[in-house]
């Protein structure tokens, strides 16, 4: 049955995958998960093996990446939007690397004693755009390797906002993981060194983000 699902779109499976909780589409949102996995399971496989590889974890551990990577996929279907993305293959791809990414960190977390949180606690504020960009660091479809090459634009986007928004934008991207907030520790270096309180830099926080979206959308009809 899968067969038939194989030639839909991205766009379509995923639409499918939110009919999940349905129980009349439940079939289906599965058949369609089957077809996204079959999809972009080498890929992910390939990114699995090389996060895993540079935290010393086993090839076992690179395949255990990759399935939690699918079934984060699968429980929170919903929250990639294909219509923020221009090639929405491409966009999927990097959403799933950067859930890998998560999923790599927890594990290593998990297999050397560190505790449930994700955070190592050397975790510091960043106050100015790095020399070398972490191989983590995604915006949207816009890999690592593109941002190398775009980053004067990508700073000329931080810099439309104050210094204070940058540095909560650098400060959230570079750390955060999903489904955990930052430590409190850095939360309460980030408040001190900014003199804000916390709903202050949450405001900041999406107001660089809204701008950094609108970045998103010219960059892509700028690399046209």
Request: glycine share 4%.
């Amino acid at each position: 049955m899968v067969e038939s699902y194989i030639q839909e779109s991205t766009k379509d499976l995923l639409q499918y995958m939110n009919w999940s909780n349905d129980p009349d589409y439940k079939e289906a949102a599965q058949q369609a998960f089957i077809a996204i996995c079959y999809r972009f399971r080498e890929d992910v496989a390939k990114k699995c093996e090389v996060i895993a590889n540079r935290k010393g974890l086993s090839c076992s551990d690179a395949i255990e990446i990759g399935e939690n990577t699918f079934k984060r996929l699968y429980k929170y279907s919903d929250s990639f939007d294909p219509d923020r993305h221009e090639d929405c293959d491409k966009g999927l791809k990097y959403y799933l690397f950067k859930i890998a990414q998560n999923e790599c960190t927890k594990l290593y977390c998990k297999r050397n004693g560190i505790g449930i949180s994700p955070y190592t606690g050397d975790e510091e504020v960043i106050t100015e755009f790095p020399d070398e960009i972490p191989e983590n660091f995604e915006i949207g479809s816009i890999d690592r390797k593109q941002l190398e090459r775009e980053r004067e634009i990508l700073e000329l986007a931080l810099k439309r906002h104050s210094w204070k928004h940058q540095v909560i934008y650098l400060t959230y991207k570079f750390h955060q993981i999903d489904g955990y907030r930052l430590p409190r520790k850095l939360l309460q270096e980030l408040r001190d060194m900014l003199g804000l309180g916390q709903n202050t830099i949450i405001a900041y926080k999406k107001e660089i983000n809204d701008t950094i979206n609108d970045y998103i959308k010219i960059y892509g009809k700028h690399k046209k």
